[in-house]
Nanobody
């Protein structure tokens, strides 16, 4: 059974930082592309960033230079370091794991809420 368990969300003031973690189980983590999506109130879920098994990353334009994704294959964990947070970063952040089996559904965590507010 695949589980993605996020942690690290919370409330922070504008300009602050948070680090999200996602611990994975039930997948071959080192071979799996991982990522983070977010969904703000009243908006559709959107891609934030992904990291491939080889460490290649891509970021949404809105977070480039402020957010950093990383992975620890020894711990089956992916991280999202978020700096210089803005109010528009307020959202529920979801951990994502791409299914290695083409045509099968990808995997999602339960989400962790990030609120940026003064």
């Amino acid at each position: 059974q695949v589980q993605l368990v996020e942690s690290g969300g919370g409330m922070v003031q504008p300009g602050g930082s948070l680090r999200l973690s996602c611990a994975a189980s039930g997948i071959i983590f080192r071979l799996t592309t991982m990522g983070w999506y977010r969904q703000a109130p009243g908006k559709q879920r959107e891609l934030v960033t992904t990291i491939s098994s080889g460490g290649n990353t891509n970021y949404a334009e809105s977070v480039k230079g402020r957010f950093t994704i990383s992975r620890d294959n020894a711990k089956d964990t992916v991280y999202l370091q978020m700096n210089s947070l803005k109010s528009e970063d307020t959202a529920v952040y979801y951990c994502y794991a791409r299914n290695l089996r083409a045509g099968h559904s990808d995997y999602w965590g339960q989400g962790t809420r990030v609120t940026v507010s003064s």
